[in-house]
């Protein structure tokens, strides 16, 4: 089982250099997430996506932009690398529940970044 | 926003102990999630819990949703040396967005075997 797929895993990138981070989900899941870890914190919401056409900012959304043209995809890009953008970042997906209650959120296995 | 403490950041124990952690929320949340993350991978779910009062198990790991809904705990009975990663709580929903988690910092699980 597929799951969530994040490419590449890795990556070192120059400053002022420019890139998109993959993420699709084989789930057919509505919800798709982007999170920051940095060491020693929990994970930091970046952008999220309620549906295909519909994105919104989460904590801390600044230096990057996401779109989400289809309900697999939600790639988010990095126009211009800066070395405080150097982190580890997980892609999530979930699916809506019942209620106030939504479904647990389903990660992939991260892209770890370096701007230098 | 909503914060959450986790407690404690870290854990060293011998093989066949028992772990507990915990976390508390300065506000309400309608879900608690328990996720463990090893290393070189992403966060993986370990318990959800739906309900304030709720106590679930799976395997040797049990939590529960305080019933105020600002906190929660997990315990680890009888560890093993797989059981070594970063714990993460999280929350959902009640006084923020349905949609996102608010994450702890994580507790750092050695075991030594």
């Known amino acids: ?116 | 926003g909503q914060q959450l403490n986790q407690s404690p950041q870290s854990m060293f124990i011998q093989e066949g102990e028992d772990v507990s952690m915990n976390c508390t929320s300065s506000s309400i949340f309608n879900t608690w999630l328990w996720y463990k993350q090893e290393p070189g991978e992403g966060p993986v779910l370990l318990i959800a819990l739906y309900k304030a009062g709720e106590l679930t198990s799976n395997g040797r790991l049990t939590a529960q949703f305080g019933i105020t809904r600002k906190d929660s705990f997990l315990n680890i009975s009888a560890s093993i040396p797989s059981d070594v990663g970063i714990y993460f709580c999280a929350g959902q929903g009640g006084g923020g967005s349905n949609y996102k988690l608010t994450f702890g910092k994580g507790t750092l699980l050695t075991v030594n075997p």
């Open chain 1, 1 to 116: 089982n597929a799951g969530v797929t994040q490419t590449p895993k890795f990556r070192i990138l120059k400053i002022g250099q420019s890139m998109t981070l993959q993420c699709t989900q084989d789930m057919n899941h509505n919800y798709m997430y982007w999170y920051r870890q940095d060491p020693g914190m929990g994970l930091k919401l970046i952008y999220y996506s309620v549906g295909a056409g519909i994105t919104d900012k989460g904590e801390v959304p600044n230096g990057y932009n996401v779109s989400r043209s289809t309900t697999e995809d939600f790639p988010l890009r990095l126009e211009l690398a800066a070395p405080s953008q150097t982190s580890v970042y997980f892609c999530a997906s979930s699916s809506p529940g019942q209620g106030f209650s939504n479904q647990p959120q389903h990660f992939g296995d991260g892209t770890r970044l370096s701007i230098l």
